[in-house]
């Protein structure tokens, strides 16, 4: 059948809230308390660990049902309070004395590996003898989200499980770099300047310092693959958390 709709066109409302990152999306809850009502593909209610608190830009939660503490890092952006992790996160896990950790990257899209490295790097040293830490990465999972998950695996070493799906990006890739705008048509040009290398050790002039300051070199395939499939969106599931519950 054909059907015409017609949508009138609406200018955009400065004040209006305006999700931090497309992956904000996923999330049905209203945005920075937005009260439009939305249509939502799946309700707010009921939702998986990983969608709730969408506005949230990082989580440090206790699970005792699964002896574990979730750490969960959107991004590394310093004024989007990744400075602020590490303390959160700390706190929770002080407090906790779980077995395992999780660490959710699977919508880390950047930012400043810096702001989060030396934290990962130490990380695994709160596991207590038998403890384990599973990291959890997908499509969104990029730049500093990708540094981040390399700088944990080499840190926890054979006590870390990768999950879910592949990354966003390839390992070796560029980022860093300023944008230039044309003054008169408003466009801009983004470049970048540093090269990343996570395959192999980066030796090149356009190497990024941190290439050489963090571990970065490591396997980021997933060992335990957890495709999401919009079927399981729609029913609400976590196949991540589904396949590390069952561990």
Not at 61 to 90: D, M, Q, S
Not at 164 to 181: A, I, K, M, N, T
């Amino acid at each position: 059948a054909e059907i015409e709709r017609e949508i009138a066109y609406t200018p955009a409302d400065p004040n209006r809230a305006a999700p931090w990152w497309p992956m904000r999306w996923w999330s049905p809850e209203p945005i920075n308390g937005d009260a439009t009502p939305w249509a939502t593909a799946i309700p707010a209610e009921g939702l998986p660990l990983y969608l709730r608190d969408g506005d949230s830009f990082n989580r440090a939660i206790a699970l005792p049902e699964l002896n574990a503490v979730y750490l969960e890092l959107k991004t590394n952006e310093p004024f989007r309070e990744a400075r602020e992790f590490p303390a959160r996160a700390e706190a929770v896990l002080r407090q906790a004395h779980a077995a395992n950790i999780i660490v959710d990257l699977r919508f880390s899209k950047g930012g400043d590996m810096r702001t989060t490295a030396a934290f990962f790097e130490r990380l695994p040293s709160r596991l207590p003898p038998g403890g384990r830490i599973f990291v959890i990465v997908g499509r969104y999972t990029f730049s500093a989200g990708m540094a981040s998950a390399a700088i944990l695996l080499n840190a926890a070493g054979d006590r870390a499980t990768l999950v879910g799906e592949d990354v966003g990006d390839r390992p070796r890739f560029w980022s860093e770099g300023e944008s230039v705008c044309a003054p008169h048509s408003r466009l801009c040009v983004r470049y970048t300047t540093g090269l990343f290398d996570l395959s192999q050790p980066c030796t090149e002039r356009s190497c990024h310092g941190d290439n050489r300051r963090f571990a970065l070199v490591a396997p980021l395939a997933p060992t335990q693959r957890t495709p999401m499939t919009w079927a399981d969106y729609l029913a609400r599931r976590d196949p991540a958390m589904e396949a590390i519950t069952a561990q």
